[in-house]
C-alpha cells in the first residue's frame, strides 16, 4: 500500500508508492523494452554544456498531453513540481539540479523561509514557455534521463491545484481523494484510498495521452482495487483477486502452478563482507572467499529458474560486463581459493554470517546454508544467525569500533536503468555498512569514486561504460568489498483474462497497460 499519494514530497518508503504513481503519472522520458531512453512528457530534448561546464536540457513537451480534467500539461507544472520535492522528504535526491545544494543548505539550518523560496527561484529548472522546459545541472550526469523517466519525484505536479493553496490545503488534496483529483497523466488516476482497510481504488483515465494499448476485442480495464492482505493466496485461489505476488521461495520448491509468470528484475543479491575485521580485512581473503562460492550449485533447484553470477551488473542492463570483462572478476575457482586460503592467519574461528529473518521471494536460508558448506569446503567456518533486525545488526559496532558481523547477504536492486544506480550504494556516504571506505588509506574508495564521476560526467556512452567497468573491477575485483551471487526474479500469478498486469524489471506491479476482453455483446458490436 502507499504511503503518501503526493509524488513529489514522497517520503524514505517511497518504494511501495510506485505502483500507484506509475499508473497515474508520467516522466519526462520513458524506458524502451531494452531499457533504453525513449521520450515521454518530452517528445525531444537537446543537450549541451555552458560556459561554466554545467549540463542544460531544453526539453520540447507534448502538446497533445492534458491531465485527466482535461487541463494541458505546461513546463510550468514540472517547475512547481520540482520546486515541491526539494522541500520534501526525499529532497536530497534533488541534487544534481544547479542551485539545489544552495536551496538543501538553508533548509538544513532551519534558515527564514524567504531565504528558502528565494533560493529555490534560483534552482536549474525554468519554464520557457508553456511548452519548453530548460535544467539546468550542477554537472554534467549521463544517468539523468534515465533518471527521470522511472524515480517519480521527477514527475510533473499540476501547478493550477496547487498554487497559491495553504500547505494544509495541499495536504488534504493528496491525503482524501475526491471529485477527480488528485489529477493524474497516467492511463489510471485514483478515486478512492482508504487507509484503514489498505485498499487503493485506481479508475481509467480516458483523457490519458498514453492510452493502454489495445488489441482487437480488448478494453481498458475500468476500475482496478489494490488491497494488501495476507491471505492473497487464497483469496486468487477463490477467485476472488487477479493477481498475486509468489513471495515464499519454498513454496515454488513444492508447487508451480500453471499461470506463473517470471520478471527477471534489474537486482543483484551478493554476500558482503566485513572489511574492517580480521581476517576478511585483507583483499585477497575476501577475493579467495569469493572465488570458493560455485554460484551454479548456490541457486540449482531453489526456483523454477536463476540466474547465478559474479558480478554487479545484471546482463539486461546498459552497459553490462561482456563475456571477457567478467572473467577478470573472481569467480568460481575452488582448487585457487584452496590454496589461497591455506595457513592463512586468522582462519581459525568461525566467520558470522547473517540475513533478513522470514521467508520472501530470495531463497536466503537455503542460500546462507549452501554458502556455508561451500565455504567449509576450503576450510572456512562459518555459522548462520537470521536476524528481524537486519539493517540494525549490519550497522552495529563492537566495543572496539569495528562492525559486528563478518558477512551479511543482501539483494540491491536499480532504481532506473543505468549503471549508476547499482555503484551508489557502495560509495562514500552509501549505506553498504562494509567499511571498505577504510582500506588502503582510502585510496580505492577515492579511486572508486573518481571512476564513477568520471563516467557520470560523460556524454559518451562508451567512454563512459569503460569508467563502470573499471569501477565494477575496483570494488568486485581488485578489493572484493562483496561477491555477487545472483539475479533475481519475481514470481506471480495473473489471471489469462488480463492482458499487462505484469511486474516490472524494478520489481514494481505495472499497470500502465492492463486490458481485458471485452464483453461478448459489444465484440458482436465491433467495440474494440
Not at 366 to 375: G, S, T
Not at 385 to 414: K, M, N
Not at 427 to 453: C, V
Amino acid at each position: 500500500m502507499p504511503t503518501t499519494l503526493d509524488w513529489s514530497h514522497s517520503d524514505p518508503e517511497s518504494w511501495a508508492n510506485y505502483p500507484v504513481m506509475l499508473a497515474t503519472q508520467r516522466g519526462l522520458t520513458q524506458l524502451g523494452s531494452d531499457h533504453s531512453v525513449q521520450p515521454g512528457l518530452a517528445e525531444r530534448w537537446e543537450r549541451s554544456r555552458d560556459a561554466d561546464g554545467r549540463e542544460v536540457y531544453v526539453f520540447h513537451l507534448r502538446q497533445d498531453v492534458h491531465w485527466s480534467d482535461g487541463s494541458l500539461l505546461t513546463a510550468r507544472d514540472f517547475v512547481v513540481g520540482w520546486r515541491r520535492s526539494l522541500r520534501g522528504r526525499e529532497r536530497g535526491e534533488m541534487a544534481d539540479l544547479e542551485g539545489a545544494s544552495e536551496a538543501l543548505a538553508l533548509q538544513e539550518r532551519l534558515a527564514p523561509e524567504a531565504e528558502v523560496r528565494a533560493a529555490l527561484e534560483r534552482v536549474g529548472v525554468e519554464a520557457v514557455d508553456a511548452h519548453t522546459l530548460k535544467v539546468t545541472l550542477a554537472h554534467p550526469r549521463s544517468y539523468f534521463l534515465a533518471r527521470v523517466a522511472n524515480v517519480y519525484i521527477f514527475y510533473p505536479a499540476p501547478a493550477a491545484d496547487l498554487e497559491g493553496r495553504s500547505d494544509e490545503a495541499v495536504r488534504d488534496y493528496f491525503d482524501r481523494p475526491r471529485d477527480g483529483r488528485p489529477l493524474a497523466l497516467g492511463p489510471y488516476r485514483v478515486e478512492s484510498w482508504d487507509r484503514a482497510g489498505e485498499r487503493v481504488r485506481l479508475v481509467h483515465n480516458p483523457r490519458s495521452a498514453f492510452p493502454v494499448p489495445l488489441d482487437p476485442g480488448e478494453t481498458p480495464v475500468p476500475v482496478i482495487t489494490l488491497m494488501k492482505s495476507e491471505i492473497g493466496p487464497a483469496l486468487y485461489e477463490r477467485g476472488r483477486v487477479d493477481f498475486v505476488f509468489v513471495d515464499s521461495a519454498a513454496a515454488l520448491r513444492v508447487r508451480r502452478p500453471d499461470d506463473l509468470q517470471r520478471e527477471p528484475l534489474l537486482s543483484t543479491y551478493y554476500l558482503a563482507f566485513n572489511t574492517e575485521t580480521p581476517p576478511l580485512d585483507r583483499p585477497e581473503v575476501r577475493r579467495a572467499l569469493s572465488r570458493a562460492l560455485d554460484r551454479e550449485a548456490l541457486m540449482a533447484g531453489l526456483l523454477p529458474a536463476a540466474r547465478p553470477s559474479h558480478v554487479l551488473l545484471p546482463p539486461e542492463l546498459p552497459g553490462a560486463a561482456t563475456a571477457e570483462e567478467a572473467t577478470r572478476l573472481p569467480h568460481y575457482e575452488p582448487e585457487r581459493a584452496r590454496a589461497e586460503l591455506a595457513g592463512l592467519a586468522g582462519l581459525d574461528r568461525p566467520l558470522r554470517l547473517i540475513y533478513r529473518a522470514g521467508d520472501n521471494f530470495v531463497p536466503e536460508v537455503a542460500i546462507a546454508e549452501r554458502v556455508v558448506a561451500q565455504l567449509a569446503k576450503v576450510g572456512v567456518q562459518v555459522v548462520l544467525e537470521a536476524r528481524s533486525d537486519f539493517t540494525a545488526e549490519v550497522s552495529r559496532r563492537t566495543a572496539q569500533g569495528p562492525r559486528a558481523y563478518d558477512l551479511y547477504l543482501r539483494r540491491l536492486g536499480g532504481d532506473y536503468a543505468h549503471p549508476n544506480t547499482f555503484f551508489t550504494l557502495f560509495e562514500r556516504e552509501g549505506n553498504h555498512q562494509t567499511g571498505w571506505e577504510t582500506q588502503g588509506g582510502g585510496e580505492p574508495m577515492r579511486r572508486f569514486e573518481q571512476l564513477l564521476e568520471s563516467a557520470d560526467a560523460e556524454s559518451d556512452e562508451a567512454r563512459a561504460r569503460a569508467s563502470y567497468v573499471q569501477a565494477q573491477e575496483v570494488l568486485i575485483g581488485e578489493q572484493a568489498v562483496i561477491a555477487p551471487l545472483y539475479h533475481p526474479d519475481r514470481y506471480f500469478r495473473a489471471r489469462d483474462s488480463l492482458s499487462g498486469l505484469d511486474v516490472d524489471p524494478f520489481n514494481f506491479l505495472a499497470l500502465r497497460t492492463l486490458r481485458q476482453a471485452a464483453p461478448a455483446a459489444k465484440q458482436a458490436e465491433g467495440t474494440p
